[in-house]
């Protein structure tokens, strides 16, 4: 009886054994599955971060050629000179690029959230980089679009009775170069209005703010390449 008990006792521990065996490999299997994918989400990030800093200096400077813009039309204000083209090739250019926005590929980060991988990354100065980047610094940067994108548009409501041009695009890789060519103009008195030059120093004060979230998205940039 004792020997029966014992022969089933080691068959029970022989096949429990195999069970809790395979489990561990098969976890082990799916754990280590996981740590590839979310190496190579690492990687596909990494580039697509590259990808994010080219467009981020194309949108700074595109808001410092806007903001130059800004300073000629606020000299021209003083002098009242109607008979100009610059200011209306000043104004088509801030008009077109006052809203113009970074916005980060977002879609490997969401691919990292949506399969845990995430939280395999033991740098916490990493995951702390990623969240501020694809986050916190998101949230703010929508905020702030919304309310450009508002004033950009009162901004061109307000001066249509007070300049008038027309201009010509030119086609860049299935999309629209912004530094339009003025072929006709024309710039009535209204345009001096005390409250054209405050809708003209609130773009310019807008635009700097704006500015300001851009740098602490290269700071974060910078911070997540040298942790990646």
Same mark, same amino acid.
């Given at each position: ?41 690492? =990687? /596909? !990030? ?7 800093? *080219?467009?981020? &200096?194309?949108? @700074?400077?595109? %808001? ?45 980060? =969401? /691919? !990292? ?7 395999? *990354?033991?740098? &916490?100065?990493? @995951?702390?980089? %990623? ?65 054209? %030059? ?31």
């Amino acid at each position: 009886m004792k020997s029966k008990v014992l022969k089933y006792g080691l068959e029970f521990l022989v096949v429990f054994s195999g069970i809790l065996l395979s489990f561990v490999i098969d976890n082990r299997i799916k754990v280590n599955e996981r740590i590839a994918n979310k190496d190579l989400l690492l =990687n /596909q !990030l990494e580039i697509a971060l590259n990808e994010d800093r *080219i467009q981020l &200096e194309v949108v @700074k400077s595109s %808001l410092d050629n806007c903001l130059a813009s800004i300073d000629s039309l606020l000299e021209n204000h003083s002098k009242r000179n109607l008979n100009t083209k610059s200011v209306a090739s000043h104004f088509s250019n801030v008009s077109a690029r006052m809203s113009i926005s970074f916005f980060p590929q977002k879609s490997i980060y =969401n /691919q !990292l959230i949506n399969s845990n991988a995430f939280e395999l *990354i033991e740098n &916490e100065e990493l @995951k702390k980089g %990623l969240t501020d980047y694809y986050e916190h610094l998101n949230e703010r940067n929508n905020s702030i679009n919304i309310k450009l994108d508002e004033f950009n548009q009162e901004f061109d409501y307000y001066f249509i009775p007070h300049i008038n041009y027309v201009t010509s695009l030119n086609q860049l890789n299935n999309s629209i170069d912004l530094s339009s060519n003025i072929s006709n103009y024309a710039i009535y008195e209204g345009f001096y209005e005390n409250a054209s %030059l405050g809708y003209l120093t609130n773009a310019q004060k807008r635009i700097v703010f704006y500015q300001e979230l851009l740098k602490k998205y290269d700071q974060a940039l910078l911070k997540i390449t040298s942790e990646l």
